[in-house]
């Protein structure tokens, strides 16, 4: 008999167990995000991974990505290229555009965000058995692959930073825009 997994069986009970436990690994990459960018709100760092998802992404399709008005985008650009952040450049395919790129201080400074946020993980990781580093490896990467079949398939998938920087799909188009040059894809991360 197949167990229930309605919203009183054991999917969600595993489901509040998921949530509980996440809190302490959001609390771990919030205090890795506080210590390394204090200089970028979270709504600017989010911009910065995804143009460093999508290089030379445009505007429109930035403000889409995150979720934001185009003109709240707009401003959060300019605040990011102030700031040394991003770079704008004419679009490949129409000059009119606007292509978004990270300047290396931008790169650096993801670096140096991961490093921290994997060195707090690994002194956690330290305390676990053998047994539960390796099933809280496989849960985790079954749970990603899950997640990114169900937005694959979904029609307003949103961007899954990748922290290996390999990239796993072809970036959005614009309506309107050139098909895929064919160019092997840029590589992501979170």
């Known amino acids: 008999m197949a167990e229930e997994t309605g919203p009183h069986g054991p999917d969600a009970s595993m489901a509040a167990a ?6 302490t690994l959001l609390a771990v990459w919030e205090a890795a995000r506080e210590r390394t960018t204090s200089q970028l709100s979270g709504a600017q760092l989010r911009a910065v991974m995804v143009v460093e998802q999508y290089d030379g992404i445009n505007l429109r399709r930035l403000a889409t990505l995150t979720d934001m008005l185009l003109s709240s985008a707009s401003r959060l650009c300019d605040r990011l290229v102030a700031a040394g952040m991003l770079e704008r450049e004419p679009g490949r395919f129409d000059r009119r ?13 993801l670096a140096e965000l991961r490093a921290d946020r994997r060195q707090r993980l690994e002194r956690i990781l330290t305390g676990m058995s053998a047994e539960g580093r390796a099933a809280l490896l496989r849960g985790m990467r079954e749970f ?10 979904a029609a307003e998938a949103w961007p899954v930073l990748q922290p ?14 050139p098909p895929s040059t064919g160019e092997p894809p840029v590589a992501r991360t979170a």
């Open 18 to 23: 998921l949530d509980e436990a996440a809190g």
């Open 97 to 109: 555009e606007i292509s978004l790129h990270l300047t290396p201080a931008a790169t650096r400074l």
């Open 144 to 153: 990603d692959e899950v997640a990114r079949r169900g937005e694959a398939a």
């Open 164 to 177: 290996t920087g390999e990239r796993l799909d072809e970036p959005l188009t614009e309506p309107g825009s």
